[in-house]
Nanobody, 120 residues
Framework: QVQLVESGGGLVQAGGSLRLSCAAS?????????MAWYRQAPGKQRELVAA???????NYADSVKGRFTISRDVAENTWYLQMNSLKPEDTAVYYC?????????????WGQGTPVTVSS
């Protein structure tokens, strides 16, 4: 009933840019609460990178503030992560996450993950 499809990862040199996309297909009566991006580097825990609420409020990890921007297309149930001034430490698998309401239940779903590699 909920499917997320990510795209946009790849290999880029330090200082470069990438844009990730996540498109959600969900049952029409479900309500989106928050769209987010997480990442997981080798040997590290998954961490929140950026999130945008249904009301349009955003928050970012300190490490990406000023470099990454999360945005969304409400009509298309799609959200994006524009990543600028990339650093080698941004290398990770990036996952999109959708938090949604199914009736009174707050649930979430994950994308398949897309790798981002930043070379120095």
């Amino acid at each position: 009933q909920v499917q997320l499809v990510e795209s946009g990862g790849g290999l880029v040199q330090a200082g470069g840019s990438l844009r990730l996309s996540c498109a959600a297909s969900l049952y029409r009566l479900f309500r989106i609460n928050t769209m987010a991006w997480y990442r997981q580097a080798p040997g590290k825990q998954r961490e929140l990178v950026a999130a945008i609420t249904n009301g349009g409020n955003t928050n970012y990890a300190d490490s990406v503030k000023g470099r990454f921007t999360i945005s969304r297309d409400v009509a298309e149930n799609t959200w994006y992560l524009q990543m600028n001034s990339l650093k080698p430490e941004d290398t990770a698998v990036y996952y999109c996450n959708l938090e949604y309401l199914a009736g009174v239940n707050l649930l979430d779903a994950w994308g398949q993950g897309t790798p981002v590699t930043v070379s120095s």
